[in-house]
């Protein structure tokens, strides 16, 4: 049988060695820097054949988060399948955002649009305990997994299978949040790294990245409370055509925030309702 440090030498020949011990952690259900005072420890032959495996698709490319089925966000480990869109740390901003506009303690309905793992919805549900979350997705398979994830950790979300608002029952929202696909097809980086490995549709509308965010823009009016606000995740370079359309369609107090790295991520406004 192989000891831990045999393994880990053997697999840090085509992966990093931290990529390597969190895998071999997750394989034997143990944190990662539990290993650096167990390397002589001797590991079975089916978790040894376990972790050989899930190195050799690591170094074909698959993401780490499909490969350990966990993915932390906003404090919180999610788990993810490749039937949803990886939580990414930049997406966290959409939550601070929204807490911002909620107000600490504050009771809100919320609408998640096209939920995936459900990583806005359900942190926006802990976040914010006395408010009512909605989370819709086109994808059953998606909603399963956000499903597990409340359950999993602890929160009552309303799920709807619905492409956008088609599926909803009539309602009013005081805050609609949104990460829709916007990369424009033939983005080069649809075909490297985690990109290759995550459902299409959860990344690209096939046309030029802006599809779903017009479609959302142009149909949440109806949806918007008065004074609520629609806040959207958006590509690193769509910040002035993502502004320039809320503005055409009739938004008011349109804001922009920059993500850590000071690239412009978020956009949100509300509606001026005619009255
Ligand atoms: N932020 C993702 C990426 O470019 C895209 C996510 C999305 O399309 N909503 O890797």
Redesign the pocket.
């Known amino acids: 049988m192989p000891s831990v440090a045999e393994l880990l030498a053997e697999a840090r020949q085509s992966l990093p060695a931290a990529e390597a011990r969190l895998l071999l952690g997750h394989v034997l259900d143990c944190p990662a820097v539990w290993l650096a005072s167990h390397s002589d420890d001797t590991v079975a032959a089916e978790r040894a054949a376990e972790f050989s495996a899930l190195a050799g698709r690591r170094a074909a490319g698959e993401p780490m988060a499909y490969l350990t089925g966990k993915r932390e966000f906003y404090g919180r480990k999610f788990t993810v399948t490749p039937a949803v869109?990886i939580p990414?740390p930049?997406?966290e901003l959409l939550v601070d955002i929204a807490l911002q506009k909620v107000g600490a303690g504050g009771t809100a309905n919320i609408l998640d649009l096209g939920t995936g793992s459900g990583c806005l919805a359900v942190s926006l549900a802990l976040e914010l305990p006395a408010s009512r979350v909605t989370a819709v997705d086109v994808s059953p398979a998606a909603l399963a997994v956000a499903r597990g994830n409340a359950e999993q950790l602890g929160t009552r979300i309303d799920f709807v299978t619905s492409d956008w608002f088609a599926g909803l029952p009539a309602q009013l929202f005081d805050l609609i949040v949104a990460?829709?696909?916007?990369?424009a097809a033939g983005d080069p980086?649809l075909s490297s790294g985690?990109?290759r490995f995550e459902p299409a549709g959860?990344?690209?509308d096939h046309a030029d990245g802006l599809a779903a965010i017009h479609r959302i823009v142009a149909e949440a009016p109806s949806w918007l409370a008065e004074g609520g606000w629609l806040l959207l995740?958006h590509?690193?370079d769509q910040a002035a055509v993502v502004w320039q359309l809320l503005v055409e369609s009739g938004y008011i107090a349109v804001e922009q925030w920059p993500d850590l790295a000071g690239i412009v991520r978020v956009s949100g406004g509300h509606h001026a309702k005619a009255c």
């Open positions: 869109l990414r930049e997406t990460n829709p696909p916007y990369v980086h985690d990109l959860a990344l690209t995740e590509g690193y």
